[in-house]
């Protein structure tokens, strides 16, 4: 066993494909496949169930990838530790205000823990702007949301063709967000109310919702009213009062403290990324994706769940 196995082994964890660890990696999709088949025979285990070309883990291999994601780990601390100059420094982090209230505090705080002379820097921002940001260099890396309505489309050949090299972080279960005593609705045209509550326009959410709705925009269309908020506070405050319906994912509602008094019903289930330019690279963004994984798979919400 040796670090480039267990590096390989997790990168075809993450993208739960050969052929995308192979891409990557940078390196031949018949190297990939013949050192996970090494890894196996080693361990005496199976690391993964196959499904045509998907890679899913086992139970051995859940537990595999802690201990591989925990090695790497060490090994890069031991080699910053004996280089101190190289040393992460700075990183500027964009996220959705969903991801940075429900996703970003548990992983940010392992983060800290672990390198305390990173100076991170945060901001909020719709996914249409934090991915311009990201295109433009005044971010280093961004997580935004895949606005493909039920996770139909892989937007990282999307991405790509703007320079940029995405990672899936999260699944979110996004949920109409209903006042109290509204019936279930199958359709839009069981909807009471004509008003919503949403952020303003760039929100891969609000884009889930307008395709549900079946229109282009809001703003095109005549049938819907939109009252743009800046909060999920705000958000779920008004469609407890009753003027409006939202959409909102379900790890906002799990941090309530007190339940909201609102009726709710699963619409979607779309993927957050972690976006950055293809060329770019540094010791810092480099930990946070090995913390990202790590996160991702221990925790309910991963992409494996």
């Not at 700075?90 to 800290?112: C, D, Q, V, W």
């Not at 972080?169 to 509204?182: F, R, S, V």
């Amino acid at each position: 066993m040796n670090f480039s196995s267990l590096e390989i082994f997790c990168a075809v964890a993450t993208e739960q494909s050969v052929t995308r660890a192979a891409r990557h990696l940078a390196c031949v999709q018949s190297n990939v496949t013949m050192r996970v088949q090494q890894l196996e025979e080693e361990l005496q285990v199976q690391l993964f169930s196959r499904s045509g070309k998907r890679m899913s883990l086992t139970p051995s291999g859940r537990t595999m990838l802690d201990y591989a994601q925990r090695l790497l780990f060490l090994a890069e601390e031991a080699r910053l530790a004996m280089n101190p100059e190289q040393q992460p420094g700075r990183l500027s982090i964009g996220a959705m205000e969903s991801t940075a209230a429900a996703r970003l505090p548990a992983l940010l705080s392992k983060y800290h823990s672990r390198w305390p002379l990173v100076e991170l820097e945060i901001s909020i921002g719709t996914s249409r702007s934090l991915v311009e940001d990201v295109e433009k260099g005044h971010l280093d890396c961004g997580f935004v949301a895949d606005s493909s309505f039920l996770g139909t489309r892989d937007p990282r050949p999307k991405f790509a063709a703007r320079g940029l090299r995405a990672t899936r972080a999260y699944q979110e279960d996004l949920l109409l967000i209903l006042p109290p005593n509204h019936p279930a609705v199958s359709k839009p045209a069981e909807l009471r109310l004509k008003t919503l509550a949403a952020f303003s326009d760039g929100c891969a959410y609000r884009n889930v919702l307008e395709q549900w709705l079946g229109i282009a925009s809001l703003e095109a269309d005549g049938d819907w009213q939109v009252t743009e908020l800046v909060s999920y506070h705000a958000i779920l405050a008004s469609v407890a009062a009753g003027s409006c319906f939202a959409l909102c994912p379900r790890s906002i509602l799990n941090l309530q403290r007190v339940p909201m008094d609102t009726c709710t019903q699963k619409i979607a289930t779309i993927d957050t990324y972690l976006i950055a330019q293809s060329d770019y690279e540094s010791n810092a963004y480099k930990e946070l994706l090995q913390f990202l994984q790590a996160s991702t798979y221990s925790r309910p919400g991963g992409i494996n769940d």
